[in-house]
């Protein structure tokens, strides 16, 4: 027994000397890398750190941007709805502190929409048809001009080349014959597609109109509760940035269109009125709409009135442009909408890529709305703020849902 006790005590010993003996390799690596962390440079880890972050954000913005595109016919309704809304809200709200009853207002605003909607289309297809003959005969003669200059200008082209031309013209035409019946065949789908579109808006628009800050208040509480005040704070400032664009936006574009549209019917351009219709909605797409649409109405001057009434109306659309971006967006837009040309640019451009024309149409109301509800988290104003109410619950609906009380037993 005692040589036992002495076995282990000699054991113990044993383990303590071996224990306090120091391995100079593993006491020299010891303090180099503990572990793999400490190895790495400050500055790799902070990149690393804002890499994943950046990749994690890229990728949620990847499958937003692939769910739009899939749901397209649902989602540029809705979009269209907001944008329209906010243009009418502020109408509505002026009528019903006028003590307009608020189904009367929301009716005259909507139904305003729809009879400016179908007086510009009236309009439009009126001064077409009654111009068709006259820029029917101005379009032969100018094709008659281009042929005659084919052949007997610098180019000295011959008939049977330009013959050539036209008939591989045709050709291409007929090897696509498949793809144009097949786009004949859907233009029933389309036209559902556009009908089915044309509803969503009105329905949308005239639901935000009624009961769009109930729907708003739903849609914060959504969300966890300490995130509510930023979330309600972050969209009511959006909403804000997104009327006063909408306000601006419209007046520009209405300058626009009637200074450009005003000026063709002046110098003897047909189609002045649908000309202006397309200013002003290419108004609505900063800067390249405003290119583009301008050079629309060059090119129509230039081919029906010729190279002289093609110059003036150059300088009509250049003297419009000019005072719209040096008098009409300092002075009307100001600091309503802070936004840098070059991410004006970069927007359209990338909107364009991402969903045609309807995004570069959305692209910079989109960007101006996330900046200004971007910036008001960052700016913590809304700290100590309260928690949004609930949404309202109509009267009838609390008093089905409230429990009758027991009537208490008569004696």
Known sequence: M??????????????????ARVDPDIDTVRPVARTVAEAVP?????????????????????????????????????????????LLVPISNWMQRHHVPKWLAVAISEIGVIVAVAALVYLVTTQIIGQYDSIRAQTLTRYADVRGFLTDGPLQLSE???????AQAVDAIQRDAGALVSGALSVTSSLGHVLTGVLLVLFSTLFILIDGPGMWRWVVR??????RPAVDGAGKAGWTTLQNFVKVQVLVALIDAVGIAGGAAIIG????????????????IPIVGAVVTGTLAV???????????????????????QVEGHVLQPLIMGSVVKVHPLAVVLSVAAGGMVGGIAGTFFAVPLVATLNSMVKHVASGAWRGEPEPPPPAVPADASHATRRPNPRKPTR
């Open 222 to 227: 959504l969300f966890p509760r300490l995130a």
């Open 2 to 19: 005692i040589f036992g006790q002495r076995s282990r005590a000699r054991a113990a010993a044993a383990a303590r000397a071996a224990e």
């Open 269 to 284: 351009v047909p189609l002045a009125i649908p000309i202006g219709v397309l200013v002003f909605l290419g108004s609505f």
């Open 299 to 321: 090119f129509v001057a230039l081919v029906y009135n010729g190279l002289t009434q093609a110059l003036i109306m150059v300088a009509i659309v250049l003297i419009v442009q």
């Open 160 to 166: 049977a080349q330009l013959n050539d031309a036209y």
């Open 42 to 86: 400050p500055g790799m880890v902070i990149a690393g750190a804002w890499a994943w972050r950046l990749l994690l954000i890229l990728g949620v913005l990847g499958v937003v941007a692939w769910l739009v595109i899939q749901l397209e016919y649902v989602v540029i309704p809705l979009f269209l709805a907001i944008v329209l809304a906010a």
